[in-house]
């Protein structure tokens, strides 16, 4: 298996503009989360899906951040518009656990720079 | 409101050695525990795991200790080896799809 893919692995953009971020669960996985790690708060969950239906977005900072699932095989982080301080690694993680997402497998993350 | 601590950012262990890596929790509801290892440029790996019906969990050189009474649970890596060197994560569970994550131990060893 190929594991979790995330595009791109760096991306560098300019205050204001858009961004997104893609990834591709582990095929079979119908759980799917978005993470941020900065240095200052950790790793913090974004968004969680499951089958495909946004569970729990609480974690997403603002309005600017949006997020999408439109298939078990695809789902998108969009920052609308991006800010500096938005710049951090962001992880995609998916799950296939019925009892919950414990054993969650991490794509190799997006580095994203806003300047 | 830190929920899982993980008190040492760094820990440094001779090559062969046993390494320690501590874990603290505050929620009682937490019922099943992991550890993490993320190199760097990656994103983290799953481990080990150990629910909170057992208070030990091995698998190759790692094992894991739960001290439910203490709200505490240690990752024991032995021997140590240089591939090891890796931020190591903590995280729990309470039933819900939702990890709470500690905040990281980075392990180094020498040679």
């Known amino acids: 298996d190929a594991g979790v893919i995330q595009s791109p692995r760096h991306e560098v953009t300019e205050m204001g503009q858009e961004v997104t971020l893609r990834c591709k669960p582990i095929?079979?996985?119908?759980?799917l989360f978005w993470y941020r790690q900065t240095m200052m708060r950790g790793l913090e969950l974004l968004i969680y899906?499951?089958?495909?239906?946004?569970?729990?977005d609480s974690g997403m900072p603002e309005d600017r951040f949006s997020a999408k699932m439109p298939n078990a095989s695809f789902s998108t982080l969009k920052i609308q518009p991006s800010e500096p301080r938005d710049s951090a690694v962001y992880f995609c993680?998916?799950?296939?656990?019925?009892?919950?997402?414990?054993?969650?497998?991490f794509g190799p993350g997006t580095r994203l720079t806003v300047t | 409101d830190q929920q899982v601590k993980q008190n040492s950012p760094s820990l440094s262990v001779q090559e062969g050695r046993i390494s320690i890596l501590n874990c603290d929790y505050t929620?009682?509801?937490?019922?099943?525990f992991l550890w993490y290892k993320k190199y760097p440029a990656e994103g983290p790996t799953f481990l080990i795991s150990?629910?909170?019906i057992k208070d030990k969990n091995e698998d190759g050189r790692f094992t894991v200790f739960l001290n439910k009474s203490a709200k505490h649970l240690s990752l024991h890596i032995v021997p140590s080896q240089p591939g090891d060197s890796a931020v190591y994560f903590c995280?729990?569970?309470?039933?819900?799809?939702?990890?709470?994550w500690g905040a990281g131990t980075k392990l180094i060893i020498k040679p």
């Open positions: 993680a998916s799950s296939s656990s019925s009892r919950g997402a414990y054993e969650q497998y």
């Open positions: 095929s079979g996985h119908n759980s």
């Open positions: 899906f499951n089958n495909n239906v946004p569970i729990d």
């Open positions: 929620n009682s509801m937490f019922d099943y």
């Open positions: 150990i629910s909170s």
């Open positions: 995280a729990a569970s309470d039933r819900n799809y939702q990890l709470i």
